[in-house]
T-cell receptor, first 114, second 115 residues
Framework: KNQVEQSPQSLIILEGKNCTLQCNYTVSPFSNLRWYKQDTGRGPVSLTIMTFSENTKSNGRYTATLDADTKQSSLHITASQLSDSASYICVVSDRGSTLGRLYFGRGTQLTVWP | EADIYQTPRYLVIGTGKKITLECSQTMGHDKMYWYQQDPGMELHLIHYSYGVNSTEKGDLSSESTVSRIRTEHFPLTLESARPSHTSQYLC??????????????FGSGTRLTVV
């Protein structure tokens, strides 16, 4: 069964600290993995997207890694800011259909305290 | 600036009312999607469209219906709203050519509450 599991479910950190969010998936055949940031009451916004051959990608203070062998990804946030408080969603796409089926994790709810 | 627009942002209506959630995109994308999301849960695909006059049901059964008469417009309709329809509805679009590489663009969502 194709699934995407994220951990932790929620995380509280102090402003300025770093954190790492985890994503494990069982989606096959794998096409790409995306990390989205979703502010409360808003739609998800793309942070990074990685294909099979990429193992790291950065977007400002966000760095995503991908290990396609172990089917794991992480999102590392450096020097956190209050505006980083949001849900971070891991999304994996398969290449078994023309639709490019997306499998969503439930997200990690990150709260950054001053 | 968002290129996909959803209206209304919030809607509170009574049971039995007919409602239409609007979604428009200005990117010329072929594919459009509707997702339903409950708090703390993953997004579930309820409808999608490959292009004009193409509509398909998604993975999650929904009593809503959709139409795609114009490329840029993909409204979702509930003929008779019920409290079980209370949820957040997210519209998204992608280019047919680059969907697998560049992902989706999501709207800001409509938070629907049926009382």
């Amino acid at each position: 069964k194709n699934q995407v599991e994220q951990s932790p479910q929620s995380l509280i950190i102090l402003e300025g600290k770093n954190c790492t969010l985890q994503c494990n998936y069982t989606v096959s055949p794998f096409s790409n993995l995306r990390w989205y940031k979703q502010d409360t009451g808003r739609g998800p916004v793309s942070l990074t997207i990685m294909t099979f051959s990429e193992n790291t990608k950065s977007n400002g203070r966000y760095t995503a890694t991908l290990d396609a062998d172990t089917k794991q990804s992480s999102l590392h946030i450096t020097a956190s800011q209050l505006s980083d408080s949001a849900s971070y969603i891991c999304v994996v796409s398969d290449r078994g259909s023309t639709l490019g089926r997306l499998y969503f994790g439930r997200g990690t709810q990150l709260t950054v305290w001053p | 600036e968002a290129d996909i627009y959803q209206t209304p942002r919030y809607l509170v209506i009574g049971t039995g009312k007919k409602i239409t959630l609007e979604c428009s995109q200005t990117m010329g994308h072929d594919k459009m999607y509707w997702y339903q999301q409950d708090p703390g849960m993953e997004l579930h695909l309820i409808h999608y469209s490959y292009g004009v006059n193409s509509t398909e049901k998604g993975d999650l059964s929904s009593e809503s219906t959709v139409s795609r008469i114009r490329t840029e417009h993909f409204p979702l309709t509930l003929e008779s709203a019920r409290p079980s329809h209370t949820s957040q509805y997210l519209c998204a679009s992608s280019s047919d050519r680059i969907a697998s590489l560049y992902g989706y663009t999501f709207g800001s969502g409509t938070r629907l509450t049926v009382v």
